[in-house]
């Protein structure tokens, strides 16, 4: 008879525990981060730009087993730095602004942490605007970027996460989009724009959750 209970007990458990592990289902998400891009192979532009951020913002929606797709907008920012091109002085600042498109996979390692993977594709155009820029130079360019992320639930439409990347932009920095012949004191000619990035974001639902809170 003990047995018999006990055999029914943990019947009545499994489905329990099932439930508790059900992994959630992606939904229709909105994301936002806050990047801080770091140049890669370019020591003239960091010499020269001191970054004040870049800030992402993206619509995307689930199609298949984890896969999704989605479009969003990117702006950079950079304030020139006065002596980063001593005894020229380059007073001013630069920013990108990038729209795209974006394939992404996504999975779930637990009830309530996720990682993604993505790759964005887009056009950007970098707008310089300085002491010795001809006008408001303009740079646009053919943009591809790849991503990692690892997200945390707060709630079950809201989770915070951690993302590192990296991008590129098909266009360089020359002497010439800063209105000069060379760079002083330097036999750089230039180099495209690589950039490493680390960031912090959000990720948020538009559907009704299983408590009935949006």
Known sequence: MKFQLAIGAL?????????AQKVPEFKPTAQGFLFLPMALGNPIFDNLTDALGQVDGVFQLPVYKGLGIGVGVNAT?????????????????????????????????????????????????????CRTCSGNAKQPGFHWGVNAAY??????????????????????????????????????????YRFLTVGLGFSTSFQKADDGIW
């Open 11 to 19: 019947a009545m458990l499994v489905p329990m525990v099932g439930q």
């Open 77 to 129: 920012w950079y304030e020139l730095n006065d002596n980063g091109l001593s005894p020229e002085l380059t007073e001013g600042d630069v920013n990108r602004l990038l729209f795209y498109g974006k394939l992404t996979w996504a999975h779930y390692t637990g009830s309530r942490t996720f990682i993604e993977l993505n790759a964005k594709l887009g056009q950007s155009t970098w707008n310089w605007n």
């Open 151 to 192: 997200f945390v639930h707060a709630s079950d439409n809201l989770a915070f996460g951690l993302s590192l990347g990296y991008q590129q932009d098909a266009t360089s920095f020359s002497p010439e989009v800063i209105g000069l012949e060379r760079f002083p004191g330097r036999t750089d000619t230039g180099a495209p």
